[in-house]
């Protein structure tokens, strides 16, 4: 490790308190797939309570939506999120096919 002058020790030791103290405005990797992860789960939860057809296929829409987010490169979204993503859609089309099947025979 090179040695630093005191100046340039006091500037780190401000840096680093600087950084505990303030959260950057923009999101980590882990956010991002945070928040996509639990925005779908939120939403097929809210489908699966949901009575009406029109509510289902709102959620569904929405889940949808996050699995098509999930896809940008570049935003940091790792391959596990796709796949979470992917699955909890696959569960999503399921029930609102299900729910269009009983729709129907009504």
Do not use: C, F, W
């Not at 992860?37 to 699966?48: R, T």
């Not at 569904?60 to 999120?81: C, F, K, M, N, P």
């Amino acid at each position: 490790m090179a040695l630093m002058t005191k100046r340039q020790a006091q500037e780190a030791e401000a840096e680093a308190r600087m950084e505990k103290t303030s959260r950057s405005p923009r999101l980590s990797h882990t956010d991002i797939n945070y928040i996509l992860i639990n925005g779908a789960q939120i939403a097929l939860s809210k489908m699966k309570r949901a009575d009406a057809y029109d509510d289902r296929l709102y959620y569904h829409a929405q889940i949808s939506a996050y699995l098509e987010v999930s896809l940008s490169r570049g935003a940091g979204i790792t391959d596990d999120t796709r796949d979470d993503l992917n699955n909890l859609y696959k569960e999503a089309t399921y029930i609102y096919m299900e729910s269009k099947r009983h729709n129907t025979k009504d």
